[in-house]
């Protein structure tokens, strides 16, 4: 069983930036970590991906503005957004597979608003 646990939503007005973290209860090398988002009345999509060897992909919507990383040392994936736009407004989940199993897990989720 893995836990997720997120945390660092919240309002901010167009242009500015937030950091949510993903604070995993297991070896965050043992799992594929992403973030997901979902806006009322949209289906829940893809943000950021990183992979093992760190490589990253993101949602060609933002490109050049959000940044995923990881922190071996405290088991949390990070995702800093820049340049926050009202359309990121969304519901942000963290989530992940285990290398080994391919079980999936999902946080309870975190809440940003874009908003003047």
């Not at 995923?68 to 009202?86: C, E, F, G, H, W």
Request: hydrophobic letters at 30%; a positive charge; glycine letters at 10%.
């Amino acid at each position: 069983q893995v836990q997720l646990v997120e945390s660092g939503g919240g309002l901010v007005q167009p242009g500015g930036s937030l950091r949510l973290s993903c604070a995993a209860s297991v070896n965050i090398f043992s799992i594929n970590p992403d973030w997901y988002r979902q806006a009322p009345g949209k289906e829940r999509e893809l943000v950021a991906h990183i992979g093992s060897d760190g490589s990253t992909n993101y949602a060609d919507s933002v490109k050049g503005r959000f940044t995923i990383s990881r922190d071996k040392a405290k088991n949390t994936v990070y995702l800093q957004m820049n340049s926050l736009k009202p359309e990121d407004t969304a519901v942000y989940y963290c989530h992940a597979e285990v290398r080994l199993s391919r079980n999936n897990y999902w946080g309870q989720g975190t809440q940003v608003t874009v908003s003047s």
